[in-house]
C-alpha cells in the first residue's frame, strides 16, 4: 500500500535547463533529443510574435479581448509537440498558441475573441476543441472524448489544459474522478501562473502543491518547471505515452507565470508587485531554451533570424485577416442551434427577415 501512494507523490519540479540556459542533471528524465529543443524553440518564437501581435490588436481595436499567454508559452509548445495527429487538445481560452501549433488556422483561432464567431474552425479537422472561457467545464468533454475513443479501441489520448483557478471548480474534481474510474488516457495539464485572475493560489488553495490533488482520486502528480521546455517536453511526452499504454490519467502541474494582465480589461498592478513580475522575466522560457541551445553550438545567427522570419509573416497573417471587415450573416443565429432547424427557429428566422426587410425599406 506503501509503494502505490508514493507513485501517486508528485515529488519536486522536474528542471532540465536552468533559468540560466544551463544543463541540470536529472537521472530520472532524460534531455530531449536536439532537433525536438530546436523545433520548441522554433515554436516559442512564433509563439511569443502571436501573443504580442494579438495584445497590439486589442489596442487597435480589431479585437474585442485577448488573454495573453506571453510568459507562459513553454506550457503550450510542449502540449501541442508532444501530441500525435490522431490526439486531442483541448484548450482554454488562454491557450491560443497551443492551437495554432497543432495547425489552426491562427486567424480562426483569434476570431472567437474578435467576436465574429463562437469558434472559428472546425475542431475535428485537427483535433483540437474549441477554445473554452467558463473554468473547467472542457475537462469533463476531454474526459468524454477521452473515453469514447477508449471504447471505440482507438489509440487517442486527449491533452485537457487548465489553469490553477479551474482547481477550484467543481469540474476539475469531477473531470479527474470520471477519467480515473474509467482509466481514461487523459493528460490533465494545470498551467500555474499563480493567478486565477487576481486570486494568488495562495488564497485558492493550501495543498502542498496543485499535483497533490490527484491523490485522492488515484490519480499519479508530477511536477514541472513551467518556463522550461525541455523538461515541459519530458514530463507530458512521458504522460502522454503512459495513458497511449492503457496506464490510465495522469495530473501535471507547471510552475509558471502570466507576465501580462489577465487580459486588456485587467489592470494586474493593483494585485502584484513589480519585482515579482522582475523576478519572473528572468525566467523567460524563449530566452533560457535559445542560451542553452546557442551554447550546446545546436542554434546560430542565421536559423535564429530565420525562425523570427517565419513568425513574422504569422503575425502578418493575423494582422491582415483581423483587419479584414466581415458582414455579419443574421440567419447564422439560427444555422448553427441544432444540426436541424427547428419550426419554432423557422419562425424566428422568418420573423427577423420581415424586421430587417422593414428597416431596410425605411418602414
Not at 112 to 119: A, I, V
Not at 271 to 300: F, K, S
Given at each position: 500500500?506503501?509503494?502505490?501512494?508514493d507513485?501517486?507523490l508528485?515529488?519536486e519540479?522536474?528542471?532540465?535547463?536552468?533559468a540560466?540556459?544551463?544543463?541540470?542533471?536529472d537521472?530520472a528524465?532524460e534531455?530531449?533529443?536536439?532537433d525536438s529543443?530546436?523545433?520548441a524553440y522554433?515554436?516559442?518564437?512564433?509563439a511569443?510574435?502571436?501573443?504580442?501581435?494579438?495584445?497590439?490588436?486589442?489596442?487597435?481595436?480589431?479585437?474585442?479581448v485577448?488573454?495573453?499567454?506571453?510568459?507562459?508559452?513553454a506550457?503550450q509548445v510542449?502540449a501541442?509537440q508532444?501530441?500525435?495527429?490522431?490526439d486531442?487538445?483541448f484548450?482554454?481560452?488562454r491557450?491560443?498558441?497551443?492551437?495554432?501549433l497543432?495547425?489552426v488556422?491562427?486567424?480562426?483561432?483569434l476570431?472567437?475573441?474578435?467576436?465574429?464567431w463562437?469558434?472559428?474552425?472546425d475542431p475535428?479537422?485537427?483535433?483540437?476543441?474549441p477554445?473554452?472561457t467558463?473554468?473547467?467545464?472542457?475537462?469533463?468533454?476531454?474526459?468524454?472524448v477521452?473515453h469514447?475513443?477508449q471504447l471505440?479501441?482507438e489509440p487517442?489520448?486527449?491533452?485537457a489544459?487548465?489553469?490553477?483557478?479551474?482547481?477550484?471548480e467543481?469540474?476539475?474534481?469531477e473531470?479527474?474522478?470520471?477519467?480515473a474510474?474509467?482509466?481514461?488516457p487523459?493528460v490533465?495539464?494545470?498551467?500555474?501562473?499563480?493567478?486565477a485572475?487576481?486570486v494568488?493560489?495562495a488564497?485558492?488553495?493550501?495543498a502542498?502543491?496543485?499535483?497533490h490533488?490527484?491523490?485522492?482520486?488515484?490519480?499519479?502528480g508530477?511536477?514541472?518547471?513551467?518556463?522550461?521546455?525541455?523538461?515541459l517536453?519530458s514530463?507530458?511526452g512521458?504522460?502522454?505515452?503512459?495513458?497511449?499504454?492503457g496506464?490510465g490519467p495522469?495530473?501535471v502541474?507547471?510552475h509558471?507565470y502570466?507576465m501580462q494582465a489577465h487580459t486588456?480589461?485587467?489592470?494586474?498592478?493593483?494585485?502584484?508587485?513589480?519585482?515579482?513580475?522582475?523576478?519572473?522575466?528572468?525566467?523567460d522560457?524563449?530566452?533560457?531554451i535559445?542560451?542553452?541551445?546557442?551554447?550546446?553550438?545546436?542554434?546560430?545567427?542565421?536559423?535564429?533570424?530565420a525562425f523570427?522570419?517565419?513568425a513574422?509573416?504569422?503575425?502578418?497573417?493575423?494582422?491582415?485577416?483581423?483587419?479584414?471587415?466581415v458582414?455579419?450573416?443574421p440567419?447564422?443565429?439560427?444555422?448553427?442551434?441544432y444540426?436541424r432547424?427547428?419550426p419554432?427557429?423557422?419562425?424566428?428566422a422568418?420573423l427577423?427577415?420581415d424586421?430587417?426587410?422593414?428597416?431596410?425599406?425605411?418602414?
Amino acid at each position: 500500500m506503501t509503494a502505490a501512494i508514493d507513485a501517486l507523490l508528485p515529488g519536486e519540479p522536474v528542471v532540465l535547463i536552468d533559468a540560466d540556459g544551463a544543463r541540470t542533471p536529472d537521472d530520472a528524465h532524460e534531455l530531449p533529443a536536439a532537433d525536438s529543443l530546436v523545433q520548441a524553440y522554433r515554436s516559442l518564437v512564433t509563439a511569443r510574435r502571436i501573443n504580442d501581435q494579438a495584445y497590439a490588436l486589442v489596442r487597435q481595436g480589431r479585437l474585442a479581448v485577448y488573454p495573453s499567454s506571453h510568459g507562459q508559452e513553454a506550457c503550450q509548445v510542449a502540449a501541442a509537440q508532444v501530441l500525435g495527429e490522431d490526439d486531442w487538445l483541448f484548450p482554454t481560452y488562454r491557450d491560443t498558441v497551443a492551437a495554432v501549433l497543432r495547425g489552426v488556422d491562427p486567424v480562426g483561432v483569434l476570431v472567437l475573441l474578435k467576436g465574429d464567431w463562437h469558434s472559428g474552425y472546425d475542431p475535428y479537422e485537427h483535433k483540437v476543441a474549441p477554445q473554452a472561457t467558463p473554468l473547467a467545464t472542457q475537462l469533463l468533454h476531454a474526459v468524454g472524448v477521452a473515453h469514447a475513443a477508449q471504447l471505440r479501441g482507438e489509440p487517442a489520448v486527449v491533452m485537457a489544459l487548465c489553469g490553477d483557478g479551474a482547481t477550484s471548480e467543481g469540474d476539475f474534481h469531477e473531470a479527474l474522478n470520471f477519467a480515473a474510474v474509467f482509466g481514461a488516457p487523459v493528460v490533465f495539464f494545470v498551467q500555474n501562473n499563480q493567478y486565477a485572475i487576481s486570486v494568488p493560489l495562495a488564497r485558492q488553495s493550501v495543498a502542498p502543491s496543485l499535483a497533490h490533488k490527484g491523490i485522492g482520486y488515484g490519480i499519479p502528480g508530477r511536477r514541472v518547471d513551467g518556463n522550461d521546455v525541455a523538461a515541459l517536453l519530458s514530463v507530458l511526452g512521458a504522460a502522454v505515452q503512459r495513458a497511449r499504454d492503457g496506464e490510465g490519467p495522469q495530473l501535471v502541474e507547471a510552475h509558471t507565470y502570466r507576465m501580462q494582465a489577465h487580459t486588456n480589461a485587467d489592470d494586474a498592478t493593483r494585485y502584484r508587485a513589480d519585482d515579482e513580475v522582475a523576478a519572473w522575466e528572468r525566467r523567460d522560457p524563449v530566452r533560457r531554451i535559445e542560451t542553452y541551445l546557442r551554447g550546446a553550438g545546436l542554434l546560430d545567427d542565421a536559423t535564429a533570424a530565420a525562425f523570427a522570419a517565419e513568425a513574422e509573416q504569422v503575425a502578418a497573417q493575423v494582422r491582415d485577416g483581423l483587419n479584414t471587415d466581415v458582414t455579419p450573416r443574421p440567419d447564422d443565429l439560427f444555422d448553427h442551434v441544432y444540426a436541424r432547424r427547428t419550426p419554432q427557429l423557422d419562425e424566428q428566422a422568418a420573423l427577423l427577415a420581415d424586421e430587417l426587410a422593414a428597416e431596410q425599406a425605411g418602414e
